[in-house]
């Protein structure tokens, strides 16, 4: 049971959501705007760079609590943004229980005695421990992260293993973007993202970006799970604990 008046520890409580098959599709090159290595995102639905937006369909765990499932990366941001608020049991078990991410970011809005001071100085650490978990601990409904292209509802997954370069994992996508700069280019958060698409992004000047905290997020986790690798090679350790823990380690350091 999700905890009524503590702090968030990136716990989870709630049972997996019912999930159906879509039709998986081979991704595109990735995007970029013709003019710098940078990789942009933005939409789920994106054959190429979708995986990489909060709002993807691919179900995932936390090693805190293995029985909780999370729909998208979203809900985990939203759940955990109403713990750290305290919010009621009614309110976080709704947002685990919604049927699309635009409804659990919708609910994260009403959780009570918002604060942006205290928002600002844990959303970072919330995010990249959500889509660390996203790129880690796939649910079993979610063929172990296998690649599949958002369709119809989105918390539906597809259990196939395709073929050809749509067999790599989530994981495996991230890792091959290499050290390339990700950039959520939506024209419409200039907090998540920069402010602009792909195609403007260049033209009007890094001066004017926004934050893009999703896409430096992203660029952290690529550094964690790389790290994880590096230890399996090394020492033949499991999913690299070390880094893992490293990272948990991280994310007290930024709460004190």
Same mark, same amino acid.
């Given at each position: 049971?999700?905890?009524?008046?503590?702090?968030? *520890?990136?716990?989870?409580?709630?049972?997996?959501?019912?999930?159906?098959?879509?039709?998986?599709?081979?991704?595109?090159?990735?995007?970029?705007?013709?003019?710098?290595?940078?990789?942009?995102?933005?939409?789920?639905?994106?054959?190429?760079?979708?995986?990489?937006? *909060?709002?993807?369909?691919?179900?995932?765990?936390?090693?805190?609590?293995?029985?909780?499932?999370?729909?998208?990366?979203?809900?985990?941001?939203?759940?955990?943004?109403?713990? @750290?608020?305290?919010?009621?049991?009614?309110?976080?078990?709704?947002?685990?229980?919604?049927?699309?991410?635009?409804?659990?970011?919708?609910?994260?809005?009403?959780?009570? %005695?918002?604060?942006?001071?205290?928002?600002? %100085?844990?959303?970072?650490?919330?995010?990249?421990?959500?889509? @660390? @978990?996203?790129?880690?601990?796939?649910?079993?409904?979610?063929?172990?992260?296998?690649?599949?292209?958002?369709?119809?509802?989105?918390?539906?997954?597809?259990?196939?293993?395709?073929?050809?370069?749509?067999?790599?994992?989530?994981?495996?996508?991230? @890792?091959?973007?290499?050290?390339?700069?990700?950039?959520?280019?939506?024209?419409?958060?200039?907090?998540?993202?920069?402010?602009?698409?792909?195609?403007?992004?260049?033209?009007?000047?890094?001066?004017?970006?926004?934050?893009?905290?999703?896409?430096?997020?992203?660029?952290?986790?690529?550094?964690?799970?790389?790290?994880?690798?590096?230890?399996?090679?090394?020492?033949?350790?499991?999913?690299?604990?070390?880094?893992?823990?490293?990272?948990?380690? %991280?994310?007290?350091?930024?709460?004190?």
């Amino acid at each position: 049971m999700a905890p009524r008046n503590t702090k968030p *520890q990136h716990r989870v409580s709630k049972r997996a959501p019912s999930r159906k098959n879509t039709t998986p599709a081979a991704p595109r090159p990735p995007a970029t705007n013709g003019t710098d290595n940078a990789l942009y995102f933005w939409r789920e639905t994106d054959p190429a760079t979708g995986y990489l937006s *909060q709002w993807y369909p691919c179900a995932f765990t936390d090693d805190t609590d293995p029985s909780i499932v999370y729909q998208t990366a979203e809900h985990y941001m939203m759940y955990q943004k109403a713990l @750290l608020f305290s919010a009621p049991l009614s309110l976080t078990t709704t947002i685990l229980d919604a049927p699309h991410p635009r409804t659990a970011r919708s609910l994260g809005r009403t959780v009570p %005695a918002f604060s942006d001071a205290v928002w600002d %100085a844990h959303r970072a650490a919330i995010v990249r421990r959500g889509n @660390l @978990l996203k790129f880690t601990r796939p649910a079993d409904g979610c063929a172990d992260g296998f690649w599949r292209i958002a369709s119809g509802s989105v918390s539906s997954t597809a259990t196939e293993k395709v073929v050809g370069t749509a067999s790599l994992t989530l994981r495996e996508l991230l @890792l091959g973007t290499g050290d390339r700069e990700i950039v959520e280019a939506s024209p419409r958060d200039r907090i998540w993202g920069i402010g602009f698409g792909a195609a403007n992004a260049a033209r009007v000047g890094r001066e004017r970006w926004g934050l893009n905290l999703l896409g430096k997020a992203l660029v952290e986790v690529r550094g964690v799970l790389r790290k994880m690798e590096g230890e399996k090679q090394n020492a033949g350790g499991e999913d690299g604990e070390m880094a893992m823990e490293d990272e948990r380690g %991280a994310e007290e350091m930024e709460k004190k």
